[in-house]
């Protein structure tokens, strides 16, 4: 018997987005979701530190799917640690902030294999 795929996303918040939206980003993420790995990038866009995170968090109190939850300093480190976890027939979702960087980025690591 195969086991399931497992779900993984990175995600981070534009500072500059209400705080009920940066909240319901992951409240949606929850549910569809195993691992959830937040990254605060550099540009928090007004927000004090962490706050973007914190937002990001307690759209997960309530989560239906997600068992796990990470918090990563660094767009790059957080890609990193999900591709590090991924077996044969799971899912990552990977929502970037430096989009040019991060897709050569993550193709680097797929070459190195």
Do not use: W
Request: with cysteine; proline share 1%; net charge negative.
């Amino acid at each position: 018997m195969t086991q399931p795929y497992h779900r993984s996303v990175v995600i981070s918040g534009a500072g500059d987005r209400r705080d009920q939206d940066i909240q319901q980003q992951t409240e949606i993420l929850g549910a569809a979701f195993d691992d959830v790995i937040l990254y605060q990038d550099q540009c928090q866009r007004g927000r004090e530190d962490g706050e973007v995170l914190a937002l990001l968090r307690a759209g997960l109190g309530n989560a239906k799917r997600t068992r796990e939850i990470s918090e990563i300093h660094g767009e790059f480190i957080a890609i990193d640690t999900a591709m590090a976890k991924l077996n044969a027939g799971d899912l990552c979702l990977i929502l970037v902030d430096q989009v040019e960087e991060a897709l050569a980025h993550i193709a680097r690591r797929i070459s190195e294999g």
